[in-house]
């Protein structure tokens, strides 16, 4: 498995971004499991919902702020499993933002909208 849970470097890749910039990128990978095999334990102190729910966790590159090489960034998304196995979210949730911005549910591929803080946080765009 490519993510590690228990090494993570949110921090350290994070101020290795440009701040306040909007990036175009591509989904790399998606990892299907629970929310707390995504997240590390200070994550998951803070996280709102269920960390025993079925989650996504979605994987895209963007360039380091120096441009010498591309830090690995993943964003946890949430669903339930509905009576026919069909994905089920909220009007409000992650995943239905990412219906409405671009028309589909994520899949490796798409192309993505990523947008940074202040801090150098990033955040996949969201309608």
Do not use: C, R
């Amino acid at each position: 498995m490519a993510y590690d849970a228990k090494n993570g470097k949110e921090v350290t890749l994070q101020s290795n971004l440009e701040k306040n910039k909007l990036y175009s990128t591509v989904i790399l990978k998606i990892d299907d499991g629970i929310v707390k095999q995504f997240l590390d334990n200070k994550v998951q102190q803070n996280w709102q919902g269920s960390l025993d729910g079925n989650a996504i966790n979605v994987t895209y590159q963007l360039p380091s702020a120096d441009k010498k090489e591309h830090v690995e960034i993943s964003q946890v998304f949430t669903y339930n499993v509905g009576e026919n196995g069909e994905t089920e979210y909220s009007k409000t949730s992650n995943m239905a933002k990412y219906s409405k911005q671009y028309g589909k549910l994520p899949e490796v591929g798409d192309e993505i909208q990523v947008l940074t803080n202040s801090e150098g946080k990033p955040k996949i765009l969201l309608g």
